[in-house]
């Protein structure tokens, strides 16, 4: 079955500090990935996503850039953190290039002090 | 683009009554609808979908419905429980190759 992992749960960056969040998938071939961010505890946004390696649409502007150097690895960066960046960011894929449901990684509760 | 719309934000039901959440989505050609549950803290866990060729399709006491005409889907949840209180998610999505996007949210919380 499907997997996604992501690390790490909970990081805590001051403002200016860069970021790298990875998420990996198994148990599948040719997902979609996604970045989203869910701040105070509500909504999903979807920050960015792709389809393939080297892949990546951004749907909103932002301070923040995603990678995807490989088909299971997805990655979230920013090279200078903003308070607004303080969010629980959740990477997810769905197999079948997008055509089935979408799994969650356990989510990473960043915290820009 | 896609837009995913749900209501109500919240909702407070009596345990044992039912609950329904709506969304409507903007573009015909999605179709693949799912419905999430995301307890406090934790992440999104899918509950039940639907694909744009059925109309209704139940498991024990969730249902959901897809009217394609009307561009809407609904989340049934009969004879709640406390342990149904969560943020409930509905998404839509066209399919191969294309991104799920998310409506807002609902919070539902079931008072005993």
């Known amino acids: 079955s499907q997997t996604i992992h992501q690390w790490p749960a909970t990081l805590v960056q001051p403002v200016g500090s860069p970021l790298s969040l990875e998420c990996t998938v198994e148990g599948t071939s040719n997902p979609n990935l996604y970045w989203y961010r869910q701040a105070a505890g509500r909504g999903l946004q979807l920050l960015f996503y792709?389809?393939?390696?080297?892949?990546i649409s951004s749907e909103v502007p932002q301070n923040l850039s995603a990678s995807r150097p490989q088909d299971r690895q997805f990655i979230l960066s920013s090279k200078k953190l903003l308070l607004s960046d303080s969010g629980f960011y959740l990477c997810a894929g769905s197999r079948d290039r997008g055509r089935t449901e979408a799994f969650f990684g356990q989510g990473t509760r960043l915290t820009v002090v | 683009g896609e837009n995913v719309e749900q209501h109500p934000s919240t909702l407070s039901v009596q345990e044992g009554d039912s609950a329904v959440i709506k969304c409507t989505y903007s573009d015909s050609a999605s179709n693949y609808f799912p419905w999430y549950k995301q307890e406090l803290g934790k992440r999104p866990q899918l509950i039940i979908d639907?694909?744009?060729?059925?109309g209704e399709k139940k498991d024990q006491r969730i249902a959901v419905t897809l009217n394609k005409t009307a561009k809407h889907f609904s989340l049934h949840i009969t004879e709640t429980q406390p342990e149904d209180s969560a943020v409930y998610f509905c998404?839509?999505?066209?399919?191969?190759?294309?991104?799920?996007?998310f409506g807002a949210g609902t919070i539902l919380r079931v008072k005993s």
């Open positions: 639907i694909r744009s060729n059925v």
């Open positions: 792709s389809v393939g390696i080297g892949q």
């Open positions: 998404a839509a999505s066209k399919g191969y190759g294309n991104k799920l996007v």
